[in-house]
């Protein structure tokens, strides 16, 4: 009768001991990786909205390396700030793809993927993106930026 009564108490105790044993920890993300997922959520609310203002806001305030095709040229904040209020219009659609997040520090985060970017009345372009961002006054804020049209794939 004790054996069973042993026998019955391992049983008991078994299942609960693997499943502690076997359960994955949660593994929290960077604050600065949540702060830069929410930072490109809120890039594309004001691409599409045409928010001209608060897209050249996004930038560091000492200004920004742009990247394109390779060439890269460092452009001051009120140089963006006026590229946007006058030689910038919003794509008609817009989407974020296979964006990575990879923290450098407290203070900086390094985002990788593309983005679908249309224009009216024009096909969708595939642009392949990297971006730097840094904390400045409590903010993230776009210090590199390429932006690099990603060639068709052939048949």
Sequence with gaps: MRALVLVGLLLISV??????????EAVAEPAITVE????????????????RAGIAARYDRQGAWMVHAGQARFIAHDRITRR??????PPSAFEWRDLVFIPSGE?????????????????PALIAYHG????????????????????????
């Design 107 to 123: 203070d900086a985060v390094t985002v990788v993927g593309r983005f679908v970017w249309t224009s009216t009345g024009e096909e």
């Design 36 to 51: 830069a997922r929410d930072f490109m959520a809120g890039y594309a609310r004001d691409l599409l909205d045409g928010n």
């Design 15 to 24: 299942p609960a001991a693997v499943r502690a044993q076997t359960a994955p």
């Design 84 to 89: 946007y209020a006058e030689d910038w219009n």
């Design 132 to 155: 730097q961002f840094v904390r400045q006054d409590g903010q993230l804020r776009i210090r590199v930026e390429d932006e690099t049209p990603v060639a068709p794939e052939t048949p």
